[in-house]
């Protein structure tokens, strides 16, 4: 079980990206975020549901959302509310979120530990910040990541490796 690469994005435009391992094989970055957009759109649209995750090729590509404005209606920093004022929650997409594996990995720790990752994105960042793609603020949040996904980011034989 390893992650390859993960990504936060909003309205189609990546906000923070991260990569593990190489994915060149899996699909092109650009192409990734278009498909991810595409379907993520057409099952929450026909379906009225969320897609969760889909096979391609020997990886599966899990993605989540959500919705920052429980996290702008939860906010209880004064920063926080103050930068988010500004902002008409009524008509904010959702944070977007995908993870590449490999196809053996357990999909509900992938998608418990995704969760959180969101979760602690959309708290530690003003929805102004997200809104307006502030990127140069998320890289900040790249070692939370390592220290959220942990052992998940490695394969079995990084793990076996670092046992020596």
Do not use: W
Not at 63 to 73: C, F, M, Q
Not at 123 to 131: A, E, G, L, M, V
């Amino acid at each position: 079980m390893a992650i390859l690469e993960l990504a936060i994005s909003y309205q189609g435009e990546p906000l923070l990206e991260k990569q593990f391992y190489s994915t060149s094989n899996v699909l092109d970055k650009n192409i990734r975020n278009s498909l991810l957009q595409t379907i993520s759109g057409v099952v929450t649209e026909a379906f009225g549901e969320e897609i969760q995750s889909f096979s391609l090729g020997k990886y599966t590509i899990t993605v989540i959302t959500h919705n920052i404005a429980d996290s702008a209606d939860s906010a209880d920093s004064e920063a926080n509310s103050k930068s988010n004022s500004d902002v008409d929650h009524s008509s904010l997409e959702p944070l977007l979120m995908y993870c590449i594996v490999d196809q053996n990995s357990d999909d509900k720790t992938v998608l418990k530990t995704m969760r959180e990752a969101l979760f602690q994105f959309s708290n530690r960042f003003s929805i102004y910040d997200i809104t307006h793609k502030k990127v140069k603020k998320f890289k900040k949040f790249d070692k939370r990541l390592d220290k959220i996904f942990g052992d998940l980011i490695l394969k079995s034989e990084d793990r076996f490796k670092s046992l020596f």
